[in-house]
């Protein structure tokens, strides 16, 4: 298999001996197994389409696509017959399973044009929103960064329901915000990251690890990202190496924030000074293994005394009970069920973890 994150441990864990990237435990739970091979399972036709989208002009477009959902639909028959066929099962298995599905037929990148126009949508509206956060005192500012990032992190297009809402084209951030769930959040830490994050001088360096292309970084991390630029806050934005569903890459994210620094002089100040540096984190699936992620954000992260995570993959399904040495805040939108029952929590649900170091 070509998997090809490497071996680097982000420095932060706090009990690397003990880390387990896996907050849904599915090699102890046969129904949570269950439920997540009909997640895979109810996803491959949406992969088939966007394979014969991507691939528009090639002649075996098709059969590279059939290919495609007849490899991975035998491994998931393989899996419903022995969890154990592939190694212990998880999500991160899963996913790592399905991308090297996609490697064979050599579909490097199913979401690009989905995740270019929703780049270029988003952009429209982000010169009200900065405007909009400008204008609100505390405590209303951070608050409503917060939320821009859960309204924004609905643009998500690994899970069927919001597939289908991305589908039938009903995916509006403002409404999204004003229909978010009211405090208390599903996980809400929001009064403590708060009270730190107003603090004079609260943090001198912050990694971020993104998500999705489109609203949920446009509207969400980059308005968030800039009010931690104002805090003088060196901060290391970090995303795929490699494509994953609709998450943004590292590659795409130079491109973004070179273009909002031609819109916003805080993101221009903060580039040529080098306050905000983009380092790719190595990964290439949409959740994250936080011992797999590559040498140069190890390098970066040395001494960060704040991590965010965001997105459900990352900061739910893999890494939520991970504890760092460092304050964390993981910020995501619930959008899967088996996710809501591990939280107590519904559908749309949203989550705010804060953890001081
Ligand atoms: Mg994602």
């Known amino acids: 298999m070509i998997h090809t994150s490497t071996n680097t441990i982000l ?4 009990d690397v001996g003990s880390y387990h990237p896996n907050t849904i435990n599915m090699v102890k739970n046969a129904a949570a197994r269950d439920y997540w091979l009909n997640v895979f399972d109810n996803h491959t036709h949406t992969h088939h389409q966007r394979i014969l989208d991507t691939l528009d002009d090639a002649t075996d477009a098709q059969q590279r ?22 190694g212990p099962i998880s999500i991160i298995k899963l996913c790592q399973l399905r991308r090297q599905c996609l490697l064979d037929q050599n579909v490097l990148d199913p979401y690009k044009s989905i995740k270019d126009d929703e780049n270029a949508t988003a952009l429209k509206l982000l010169p009200d929103l900065l405007t909009e956060i400008d204008a609100l005192p505390q405590p209303d500012r951070w608050l409503t960064l917060i939320q821009n990032c859960f309204a924004g992190n609905i ?27 009211p405090r208390p ?54 995303a795929n190496t490699h494509p994953a569903l609709n998450d943004i890459t590292h590659t795409e994210l130079i491109d973004l924030v070179n273009h909002i620094a031609t819109l916003d002089p805080i993101f221009a100040d903060a580039l040529d000074s080098q306050q905000l540096t983009l380092i790719p984190s190595g990964n290439d699936l949409p959740v994250i293994d936080m011992t797999q992620i590559s040498p ?53 649900n949203v989550a705010c973890r804060f953890d001081p170091a």
């Open 11 to 14: 420095p932060l864990i706090a």
């Open 65 to 86: 696509a059939d290919a495609f959902s007849e490899h991975f639909n035998n491994i998931l028959a393989e899996l419903r017959a022995d969890h154990t066929a592939h």
């Open 155 to 181: 643009f998500d297009l690994g899970c069927e329901a919001t597939i289908n809402l991305y589908n039938s084209g009903e995916i509006d951030f403002h409404k999204t915000r004003q229909q978010l769930q």
């Open 185 to 238: 959040w599903a996980v809400d830490n929001f009064d403590n990251f708060h009270s730190k994050i107003t603090q004079p001088n609260p943090y001198n360096k912050a990694v971020l690890f993104v998500d999705n292309a489109g609203a949920d970084i446009v509207l969400g991390m980059i308005p968030l990202t800039r009010e931690l630029l104002r805090l003088n806050t060196q901060i290391i934005l970090t």
């Open 296 to 348: 140069e954000l190890a390098d970066a992260a040395q001494n960060a005394d704040l991590l965010i995570i965001e997105g459900m993959g990352r900061a739910l399904e893999t890494n939520f009970d991970t504890r760092f040495t460092c304050d964390t805040l993981k910020i995501a939108m619930i959008k899967e069920q088996d996710v809501a029952d591990l939280l107590n929590a519904q559908l749309y």
